[in-house]
């Protein structure tokens, strides 16, 4: 079993910045990757960045150049840097582990982002 804890979102101005935090603790040697999600009210739950064991990561068109997905495997912790924020950022941000038999996901985080 992994559990994951989610922390540091909140509300910010367009153009501001936030770092999303999630921890990982339980069975964490079968993680194979881990990621960013997020869902608006209204629309389908969207994949914002992965990052793989190997340390490979991807990002959603609609962020590229402005989120960056990192690690620290010392704490067990993947980060999301959100940088210059749109009001279409706002959403509820998820953070999930994958393994060879179960997509692990946090309790997640509201984002807010103001005009």
């Known amino acids: 079993q992994v559990q994951l804890v989610e922390s540091r979102g909140g509300l910010v101005q367009a153009g501001g910045s936030l770092r999303l935090s999630c921890a990982a603790s339980g069975s964490i040697l079968n993680i194979n990757a881990m990621c960013w999600y997020r869902q608006a009210p209204g629309k389908q739950r969207e994949l914002v960045a992965t990052i793989t064991s190997g340390g490979s990561t991807s990002y959603a068109d609609s962020v590229k150049g402005r989120f960056t997905i990192s690690r620290d495997n010392a704490k067990n912790t993947v980060y999301l840097q959100m940088n210059s924020l749109k009001p279409e950022d706002t959403a509820v941000y998820y953070c999930?582990?994958?393994?060879?038999?179960?997509?692990?996901w946090g309790q997640g985080t509201q984002v807010t982002v103001s005009s």
């Open positions: 999930t582990a994958e393994t060879t038999w179960y997509h692990y």
